[in-house]
């Protein structure tokens, strides 16, 4: 007996089918790696939305609107214009290298939240040695300042690594541990050796020449000779660290995709077991992973306190300083990618920015740029999308019944009803037959037999 089958289609070019294959798999990653981001923050802005038509008063329009107008001016305050651009660009800038050094921690599976002291450690280290040797030249001195810091934060986060490789000591107790008790360092510092004559709690400003210009400056000094020159350079104060920073996202991206480091940090964050089995050292590359991640930390605390105003370290700027803790957000709400941290520091960094054209603007608090940010976490901890992905897949394919067409008589077979009237359901070789294969048994009445009644009538018709 057989069915009626598909006519054969014409054969697709190899080559035009792989492109094909490769686009839709692009398109397929694209979508998996931006479509919880994405909702984490729709979800994040229409809570916004509820907490600002609840707070604020008048009509329900009147409400809707005013929300509306806060969100308009946060914009505005982040993006509006050149100048608003570049302050968000300041905050973007050390959000960039913790949130880095949060992500490369979180692909060996190590949950990073020493961002902060490792960033403190950095500028530490890097004001002692600019204060120190103030009259060295900077072509000298700004190198030593930015590989000084870079490894005072590699340290401070080794420590966590080796302490984690040697005695399984867990990194998030030993992270807060070590957080404060740089904080506290650096207060002791602040206030005492490094302090400024005259000053409370605060060291002298960096030498000038260790000061990093700022973008529009460096664009005047250079493609200004040939471009349209920036008016008014010193408005724009965003500085040379942001180039820094996507050099480092590109480093990032390289050292996790392209080398054999990023393969095996991948493998021991996946399964540590696997990777033992494989002959990778799960024990070096936990202290390695957890250096590197201070390194970039380390750096961007170094370049913050050469790259802006006032250019000095003051007492308990650490403590009360959120940046570690945000990179975090933003490792997170970024996917642990190089071009999803960009854009999470670029919002989390346009936030910051825009939140105090709001309350002025809009009488908002500002305080609603951290419930924003808040919830973004929430909704991505919860995983909403892989939830509601589900619930659509399950709710279609209730709806879809398969049939079979029936070749010779035209009935239609229901594949899902359950048998009646006492009938066993179909079995082959005393196990239940699979779904896939009920339609190659049905006879032209519409009705499923089984290989007994098929042999059967083989054997009539041979008779």
């Given at each position: 007996m057989a069915l009626q089958t598909a006519q054969p289609r014409s054969p697709t070019p190899p080559a035009l089918e792989t492109r094909s294959t490769a686009w839709l798999l692009w398109l397929r990653r694209v979508g998996s790696g931006l479509g919880r981001p994405l909702l984490a923050l729709v979800l994040a802005l229409i809570a916004g939305v509820v907490v600002i038509m609840i707070t604020a008063s008048g009509s329900l329009i009147d409400r809707f609107n005013a929300a509306l107008l806060a969100y308009g001016y946060l914009f505005v305050g982040a993006f509006g214009n050149a100048a608003n651009l570049s302050f968000s660009l300041v905050n973007v800038t050390p959000l960039i290298f913790t949130g880095l050094s949060v992500a490369?921690?979180?692909r060996a599976r190590?949950?990073?939240?020493?961002?902060?002291?490792?960033?403190a450690a950095g500028t530490i280290l890097a004001a002692i040695i600019g204060l120190k040797c103030s009259t060295w030249p900077g072509w000298l001195l700004v190198p030593l300042m930015i590989v000084a810091g870079a490894l005072a934060g590699a340290v401070w986060g080794g420590i966590v690594g080796l302490l984690k490789a040697w005695r399984g000591a867990h990194e998030v107790v030993t992270t807060i541990m070590l957080n404060w008790i740089i904080f506290y360092v650096s207060d002791w510092l602040v206030s005492g050796p490094l302090q400024a004559p005259g000053q409370a709690d605060q060291?002298?400003?960096?030498?000038?020449?260790?000061?990093?210009?700022?973008?529009s400056v460096l664009y005047n000094q250079t493609l200004g000779h040939f471009l349209p020159t920036i008016s008014q350079p010193e408005q724009y104060i965003v500085d040379i660290s942001f180039l820094f920073a996507l050099a480092a996202l590109v480093v990032y991206w390289f050292l996790m995709t392209r080398t054999t480091f990023g393969y095996?940090?991948?493998?021991?964050?996946?399964?540590?077991?696997?990777?033992q089995y494989a002959g990778i050292s799960v024990k070096r590359n936990?202290?390695?992973v957890m250096a590197l991640a201070g390194l970039f930390a380390g750096l961007g605390g170094t370049l913050q306190l050469m790259g802006q105003y006032p250019y000095e370290v003051i007492g308990q700027v650490f403590r009360n300083d959120t940046t570690g803790f945000d990179a975090i957000g933003v490792a997170l709400l970024g996917r642990m990618t190089a071009i999803?941290?960009?854009?999470?520091?670029?919002?989390?960094?346009?936030?910051r920015q825009g939140g105090s054209l709001m309350q002025l603007k809009a009488n908002v608090p500002g305080d609603l740029v951290y419930i924003i940010e808040a919830l973004v976490l929430f909704s991505i901890a919860v995983q909403f999308?892989?939830?509601?992905?589900?619930?659509?897949?399950?709710?279609?394919?209730?709806?879809?019944?398969?049939t079979v067409v029936a070749a010779l008589a035209g009935g239609v077979v229901d594949l899902d009803q359950e048998p009646t009237n006492g009938a066993e359901a179909p079995m082959m070789n005393d196990q239940p037959l699979p779904e896939t294969d009920k339609a190659a048994l049905?006879?032209?009445?519409g009705q499923v037999q089984t290989p007994a009644q098929e042999r059967q009538h083989q054997q009539n018709g041979e008779a």
């Open positions: 490369i921690a979180y190590l949950f990073n939240i020493g961002a902060e002291g490792q960033f060291t002298s400003s960096m030498p000038p020449q260790t000061n990093l210009p700022k973008l095996e940090t991948r493998v021991v964050g996946e399964n540590p077991r696997a990777a936990v202290v390695l999803g941290i960009f854009l999470g520091a670029l919002l989390f960094g346009g936030m999308l892989p939830v509601i992905q589900q619930a659509i897949v399950k709710r279609f394919s209730a709806a879809r019944r398969p049905a006879d032209g009445q």
